[in-house]
Nanobody
Framework: VQLQASGGGLVQPGGSLRLSCAAS????????MAWYRQAPGKQRELVAR???????NYADSVKGRFTISRDNAKNTVYLRMDSLKPEDTAVYHC???????????????WGQGTLVTVSS
């Protein structure tokens, strides 16, 4: 199973970006999908998560600015980021709980991150 994240880049404060992460490979079903971020010198933190049914949770620092969504048919999760701040600068990673074909439980997978830089 591979998770491929894309959509990062350089944006000015107040700007917007949309990240995407597609899961591919030996997949029967995808459960919870999530975005985490890690800024230089800081621990990785949960940004947002979404269940297969669409229930969402957000870190307090991004509530009202970020929106997580998913397309179950494409095994893809998105993160719409608005009103970006310099403190949002980080490498953003996606993760997913994947039930493989012939599997007996969900397995957690992580993808390579995409860098988001918020700077003027």
């Amino acid at each position: 199973v591979q998770l491929q994240a894309s959509g990062g880049g350089l944006v000015q404060p107040g700007g917007s970006l949309r990240l995407s992460c597609a899961a591919s490979g030996n997949i029967f079903s995808v459960g919870v999908m999530a975005w985490y971020r890690q800024a230089p010198g800081k621990q990785r933190e949960l940004v947002a998560r979404i269940t297969r049914g669409g229930s969402t949770n957000y870190a307090d620092s991004v509530k009202g600015r970020f929106t997580i969504s998913r397309d179950n048919a494409k095994n893809t999760v998105y993160l719409r980021m608005d009103s970006l701040k310099p403190e949002d600068t980080a490498v953003y990673h996606c993760g997913a709980d994947v039930w493989p074909y012939s599997g007996t439980s969900y397995v957690n997978y992580w993808g390579q991150g995409t860098l988001v830089t918020v700077s003027s």
